[in-house]
């Protein structure tokens, strides 16, 4: 999940490791040392994988922007806002855009300037926490929790799980090949079982409906269409508007 780099990886959107450069949202590397013929361009690997977070994900910007609000904290009209401002828009060709006041343009940029005084304040308190008591809000006593699949849509308890919660739901649910047994009717066991289905996808691929099936077929073929429908509903997985094409989403 990409928020567990450091903010600087975030803004560029890839990271450095000591062979190679990986893309935080998609994972793809690109080893040191290789050249990368990208089109009718020669890239060394630093070049290569700035381009690919450009030209596959739009920057790190636009995919950012893009992301549920639930992850990135941001109201609709804050990410309209942001990517306006990214345009260097003045106020008045904001508010014209939005269909709001200047004055309501301004109001906004000043709860944005006061979320992110707040946010590094909250960044420090955690890191704290961290550093001198040795502890992170993320593990309890019945296990450590999961992080967020980064396009999860209402987010709220039902993604409050636990490594040893998503370890015991999988043992109940599926067998040892990975076949589902019963799809389960709590919310938060659905949640399990979809991110444990969606690694039979490759992250980023073009499905056709057909091969979605073909594949949901082999884990549960009772009622594979009901997979696929969960999918999307709960975030895992994107349709194209004429439903040509799925794609797990990143």
């Not at 906004?108 to 992170?136: C, N, P, T, W, Y």
């Not at 006593?141 to 739901?169: C, F, P, Q, W």
């Not at 073909?214 to 884990?219: D, Q, S």
């Amino acid at each position: 999940m990409f928020w567990n780099y450091r903010t600087d990886e975030i803004k560029r959107g890839f990271a450095e490791k000591e062979d190679r450069y990986v893309c935080i949202f998609c994972e793809a590397d690109f080893e040191k040392g290789r050249i990368y013929q990208i089109g009718e361009e020669y890239f060394d690997a630093f070049g290569a994988v700035k381009y690919h977070v450009e030209s596959e994900h739009g920057g790190a910007q636009q995919f950012l922007l893009s992301q549920e609000s639930g992850v990135t904290g941001l109201s609709e009209i804050h990410k309209s806002l942001i990517s306006l401002l990214f345009l260097d828009k003045t106020d008045k060709e904001i508010s014209e855009a939005l269909g709001i006041a200047p004055s309501t343009v301004r109001s906004h940029k000043f709860r944005l300037r006061e979320k992110e005084k707040q946010a590094k304040v909250f960044l420090a308190i955690m890191a704290l926490l961290e550093d001198r008591a040795g502890k992170s809000v993320g593990r309890n006593d019945i296990g450590t929790l999961e992080e967020l699949h980064s396009s999860a849509k209402m987010v709220d308890d039902r993604y409050n799980i636990t490594d040893s919660e998503r370890k015991k739901t999988i043992s109940s649910y599926m067998d040892k090949n990975g076949k589902l047994k019963q799809f389960p009717a709590k919310e938060k066991k659905k949640i399990i079982i979809l991110r444990e289905i969606t690694n039979n996808f490759k992250r980023g691929a073009g499905y056709t409906e057909k091969e979605v099936d073909r594949i949901l077929k082999r884990i549960y073929e009772e009622d594979y269409a009901t997979l696929r429908r969960a999918l999307i509903e709960y975030g895992f997985m994107d349709r194209a508007a004429d439903g040509s094409r799925y794609r797990v989403k990143e």
